[in-house]
């Protein structure tokens, strides 16, 4: 089945306690994306890859790294999580397609509480 | 950059009619325009979007309008049913090149009432 997965899907740290989400795609997809999603503030970009090696920030990338070392994963890390970033994250991926307009297939979310 | 604002913010609506969700968008450069559906606990999937060169676009029950002049598109969906309860997502971008750079909107909560 193609997906997009992300692990863990729940998860409640502390303020400092360094953390990563993974995902993973099956699909070959070259572009992948995180997004994190806030009451009233919607999806806002975090970082974006667009292929192995290639990353750049999103809309809201402070307090967050990235990496992109095989195609079909792009984690999230989180070196010194703040209550600030306590949000629903979600990872997504896209085909390279000739004409730009591609649909984004996201994942199941990751919902953060940071204390 | 690009900045996308989404109305309303929540409704109701009686199974059967009609539901219309508005977006505006401020880079007159933006040529893509989805529109993604979240149910409850799943991340959002597409629905139906529209390019720059397409006034209107259609598919069953759901429709997209785009008025390059004013920069606003809108969601229409019709004869609602239960199953249309979620949320709504537009967005818009201005890349040709492919890549994932969309800017979304900040939500519809639709919710069909019995």
């Known amino acids: 089945e193609a997906q997009v997965t992300q692990n863990p899907r729940y998860l409640i740290t502390v303020t400092g306690k360094k953390l990563t989400v993974t995902c993973s795609q099956n699909m070959n997809h070259e572009y992948m994306s995180w997004y994190r999603q806030d009451p009233g503030l919607g999806l806002r970009q975090i970082y974006y890859?667009?292929?192995?090696?290639?990353?750049d920030k999103g809309d809201v990338p402070e307090g967050y790294k990235v990496s992109r070392k095989e195609k079909r994963n792009f984690p999230l890390i989180l070196e010194s999580p703040s209550p600030n970033q306590t949000s629903l994250y979600f990872c997504a991926s896209s085909p390279r397609r000739r004409g730009g307009y591609n649909e984004q297939f996201f994942g199941p979310g990751t919902r953060l509480t940071v204390l | 950059g690009e900045n996308v604002e989404q109305h309303p913010s929540t409704l109701s609506v009686q199974e059967g009619d009609s539901a219309v969700i508005k977006c505006t968008y401020s880079d007159s450069a933006s040529n893509y325009f989805p529109w993604y559906k979240q149910e409850l606990g799943k991340g959002p999937q597409l629905i139906i979007d529209i390019r720059s060169n397409v006034g209107e676009k259609k598919d069953q029950r759901i429709a997209v309008t785009l008025n390059k002049t004013a920069k606003h598109f809108s969601l229409h969906i019709t004869e609602t049913q239960p199953e249309d309860s979620a949320v709504y997502f537009c967005?818009?971008?201005?890349?040709?090149?492919?890549?994932?750079?969309?800017?979304f909107g900040t939500g519809t909560q639709l919710k069909v009432e019995l």
């Open positions: 890859s667009m292929n192995v090696e290639v990353t």
């Open positions: 967005a818009a971008t201005p890349y040709t090149g492919g890549g994932n750079k969309l800017t």
